[in-house]
């Protein structure tokens, strides 16, 4: 309805990279090698899962790691956490997240 529609915010993560914006779709978002220019080896084609939801207080964002080498969220505070196979971490903005060791991005609600 209407009033979903002026809660709902768009969500993107930045590349680091490159300063690249790249939107999230409401629901599943799949991002791993062959997609964003990812050429990685060590990275799966389906390395991790954003899901993207609204509610009233705006976006929702959980990540979800479904390949074999370990990913890593990086906290507002500093605190590194690595991605457990298969579990839902919340993300915030400002927050990052890397596929595989050297590689971040930046999730970056607007």
Do not use: W
Not at 72 to 98: A, P, S
Request: proline share 3%.
């Amino acid at each position: 309805g209407q009033r979903e529609d002026l809660m709902q915010k768009d969500v993107y993560i930045k590349s680091i990279s490159d300063g690249k914006l790249i939107k999230l779709e409401a629901g599943s978002n799949v991002i791993g090698r062959g997609s964003l220019g990812i050429e990685d080896k060590r990275c799966s084609r389906k390395q991790v899962e954003i899901i993207v939801t609204f509610n009233m207080g705006g976006p929702n964002v959980v990540i979800a790691r479904h390949g074999m080498n370990p990913s890593f969220l990086y906290r507002n505070d500093d605190e590194v956490e690595v991605m457990e196979l298969g579990c839902l971490h919340q993300i915030k903005h400002g927050e990052k997240f890397t596929l595989v060791a050297d590689q971040v991005s930046r999730l970056f609600p607007l």
